[in-house]
């Protein structure tokens, strides 16, 4: 199985910035693939942003690209998600996602991170 861990989520002001980390252990070489999904209240879970560990491809929602910044360390087996310009429409629990290859649909990829809540006010 793989664990992931979030952190970094919390309150803050619109146009504010934010730091996402996910942290990957035991059977990590099933990862190929890591990003972020969220889910705001009484909406469908999106998806957010993804990274590729073989090229460092890079996927971004529309609603974020040119905003959030994906990036990762291998070696860490850690995922970071850069959040800019933040609007209150970015409130949401952030999720970390894993797996053998990038899936954006609601489902995700394979393994799930409990999340962490992001909350901007205007």
């Known amino acids: 199985q793989v664990q992931l861990v979030e952190s970094g989520g919390g309150l803050v002001q619109a146009g504010g910035s934010l730091r996402l980390s996910c942290a990957a252990s035991g059977r990590t070489f099933r990862t190929y693939a890591m990003g972020w999904f969220r889910q705001a209240p009484g909406k469908e879970r999106e998806f957010v942003a993804a990274?590729?560990?073989?090229?460092?491809?890079?996927y971004y929602a529309d609603s974020v690209q040119g905003r959030f910044t994906i990036s990762g360390d291998n070696a860490k087996n850690t995922v970071y998600l850069q959040m800019n310009s933040l609007k209150p429409e970015d409130t949401a629990v952030y999720y970390c996602?894993?797996?053998?290859?990038?899936?954006?649909?609601?489902?995700?990829?394979?393994?799930w991170g409990k999340g962490t809540l992001v909350t901007v006010s205007s």
């Open positions: 996602n894993a797996g053998p290859r990038v899936l954006t649909g609601p489902g995700g990829m394979d393994y």
């Open positions: 990274i590729t560990w073989s090229g460092g491809t890079l």
